[in-house]
Every structure is written in structure tokens, then in C-alpha cells.
């Protein structure tokens, strides 16, 4: 039998859930204005759980895909503004009705000060530690991509032309070890139940530093068993996130001001685009942290472009997926790599992320 995933959105518990109904039930039972779903897979779960909410209810959950990518890239003054607008669920007030709050406000950002530093060294550890190009490029997998779209990993020159616009290139990747975590752990405190997807999170990041002509991958594995309990609710999604923190971390450290970020998940340009405009579960650590991030870089100067790529390994099986994924990218109004050079740079950044890689 297939297994269920129930995404409860509002409840006592919010969560997302693999288990039977009967677990899931009184999660909601009782509960006013409980909003939850079932689901076949994860990314579904996700995405419902993840959707903005509109003054009359909830968006119809959608699968993230190039069939519904916001491609308007928006400038980063307008970014800077529809992040400060997000808002974030903290309960619901004796009348019933869900209270929110700022994403720059103290309780939220006070909330993960502990969790923010451990994200600090997680961060610096990564950057300090780069994935040796030369032994990466010699895998077979790499290069069978690179014979695919006829690319070399050490090869510069293909960003000579966006080099004129930016300093700096991003291509990252995460995700978890899904079905490895579908356990529900009680940390002894009311309403803090997780359900872990995960016990790893894997995220990397191709690094094109287009003022000294370099390219550098980086990698990070996290363990559930040791650190960042949080992340692992939804580790799909906190994986993309923490792939484009590490990215803009990066362009901080070496000075890298105008740049772009390609990505194959859409969800942190949905944030940049002002269409996603709430987070709706309060522990949704990553995301909170992910937006007052990009925030904090924003206002210190950086101009922080999101752009979509599809998904190469996907668009390798599925003719469909790739013909819409070139329309999208090729229709994103911003100087860009062609579209096999892009593919090719995600499918370095997708194998970087991959957990079964020692």
C-alpha cells in the first residue's frame, strides 16, 4: 500500500505526518478551523503546507513545478519589500481567528537567535571545507553530464557575457533522504511534536565567482541525530533553503555584490515575488530564517536575483517537463546561461546534494 501523508496546516499540532488516519484525527478533531489534507507524496504535503494564504481562505494546494513559476524577476527593491510584508502564524486569539505577526519582529526573530548561530557555523564550516573540483569532475556520473550537454566543470568562458551584469552565479540543490525519518517524536512539550521526513539533509552549491573567472563546490551533510532538530519537518524544503542561504553567505564573504541564484525549487522566489505573503506554521524554522536572512543581505546592499531552472535530472526522463522548463526559462526576462549550459550547471549542483555520496 502506498503510503499517506497528512499535511495539517491548522491544528493543535501542525505538521505533516506519514502515518494512518486514526494518528492524524485528533490532531484536528475539536480543533476550530482546522485546515489539513492527505496527500500520496511528500512534495504535496509540502507544497500545501508552504502555500500563501488570501483574505478568503486557503490557495488550492500545487505541486512546485515549472507549470506554475512565477517568472517575473523582480528588482531588489521590491523584493526587499514584499519579504518585510511576510507574516507568520503564532495561534489563534479567544475569538478563534489566527493572529499573526511580522517576520522581522522580535518574537520571531528572537525565537531562533540559538538556532541562527548554529546555522552560522554550520555555514562557515562549509565554506571553509570546498569539494575538491578536480576529483568531482572525474566521477562517472559528471562525466556522462558533461558529454550530455558537451560542458567542462573547469571551464569559465560560458559566463563570459553575464559576467557583464553580475559578479557572481549560483547554481544549488538540497533535499533530504526521504523515507529514511517517517517517525513522530514527542519532545515532551505541548504542542511540539515533530514528524521528521529525514535523518539527513544534503545541500550544495556551484559557485561561479565571475570577477576572478573561478568555479568551487561546496557541500554540507546534516545529521537529525546531532543537530538542527528543526530543519527536519520538511527537509525537501529546508534543503533548497539552506542551499541559497550558503550561496548568499558565500557572496558576503568574498564580496560579491550583484548576483544571481539559479534554482530548481521555486519557492524562495515565490517569497521574492510577493506571492507567497505568510508562513503558516510557526515552527517552520527554515523559512523564517531563510527570509530575515535575505532580508539582513538586501538591506547591507546586495542585489540578490532569483532565477529558475528545471529540475535536469527530471527533465532527463520526462520530454513533457523539459519543453515547459525551457519555455519558463527561456521566457525569465534577465541575462541568463542558454538553456543546456544551465541544465548542466543543476545537474552538478543535484548530484553535490545527493545523500548517498560519502
Keep these: 500500500m502506498a503510503k499517506k501523508y497528512y499535511a495539517v496546516k491548522v491544528g493543535k499540532k501542525p505538521g505533516i505526518y506519514c502515518c494512518e488516519w486514526s494518528q492524524v484525527e485528533p490532531l484536528i478533531k475539536g480543533y476550530s478551523g482546522a485546515k489539513y489534507k492527505g496527500f500520496t507524496s511528500r512534495e504535496e504535503a509540502e507544497a500545501f503546507m508552504n502555500d500563501a494564504a488570501v483574505d478568503s481562505g486557503v490557495k488550492k494546494p500545487a505541486k512546485a513545478s515549472a507549470g506554475n513559476v512565477d517568472v517575473n524577476i523582480v528588482s531588489p527593491k521590491e523584493a526587499l519589500e514584499n519579504l518585510k510584508k511576510v507574516k507568520v502564524d503564532i495561534g489563534k486569539n479567544p475569538e478563534g481567528r489566527v493572529e499573526q505577526c511580522s517576520i522581522r519582529s ?7 537567535v540559538d538556532t541562527c548561530r548554529l546555522i552560522d557555523e554550520m555555514l562557515q564550516n562549509a565554506y571553509s571545507n570546498p569539494v575538491d573540483v578536480r576529483d568531482f569532475a572525474n566521477r562517472n556520473d559528471v562525466q556522462n553530464l558533461a558529454r550530455k550537454y558537451g560542458m567542462n ?44 521526513a529525514s ?4 545541500y550544495g552549491v556551484v559557485l561561479c565567482n565571475l570577477k576572478q573567472k573561478t568555479i568551487t563546490l561546496y557541500r554540507y551533510v546534516m545529521d537529525r541525530a546531532i543537530e538542527y532538530k528543526d530543519f527536519f519537518r520538511q527537509s525537501n524544503v529546508a534543503g533548497e533553503e539552506l542551499a541559497a542561504l550558503l550561496a548568499m553567505y558565500i557572496f558576503k564573504k568574498e564580496g560579491l555584490e550583484k548576483v544571481c541564484i539559479y534554482q530548481d525549487n521555486n519557492l524562495p522566489a515565490k517569497y521574492y515575488s510577493g506571492k507567497f505573503k505568510a508562513i503558516h506554521n510557526r515552527n517552520d524554522a527554515p523559512g523564517q530564517i531563510f527570509i530575515n536572512s535575505s532580508i539582513d543581505y538586501l538591506e547591507d546592499g546586495m542585489d540578490i536575483n532569483f532565477l529558475y531552472v528545471p529540475s535536469e535530472h527530471e527533465c532527463a526522463s ?31 549542483s543535484d548530484r553535490l546534494a545527493d545523500y548517498n555520496i560519502e
Excluded: H, P
Excluded at 522580535?106 to 531562533?112: A, H, L, S
Design 199 to 202: 535523518s539527513k539533509i544534503v
Design 153 to 196: 566543470l573547469n571551464e569559465t568562458a560560458v559566463f563570459d557575457d553575464i559576467a557583464k551584469e553580475f559578479d557572481a552565479v549560483a547554481f544549488v540543490d538540497g533535499g533530504g533522504n526521504k523515507g529514511a525519518g517517517d517517525d513522530i517524536i514527542d519532545l515532551g512539550i505541548e504542542g511540539e511534536n515533530l514528524e521528521y
Design 318 to 348: 520526462k520530454k513533457d517537463k523539459l519543453e515547459k522548463g525551457r519555455k519558463m526559462y527561456e521566457a525569465q526576462d534577465i541575462i541568463k546561461l542558454s538553456f543546456d549550459q544551465a541544465e548542466f550547471f543543476n545537474g552538478i
Design 106 to 112: 522580535d518574537k520571531v526573530r528572537n525565537r531562533w
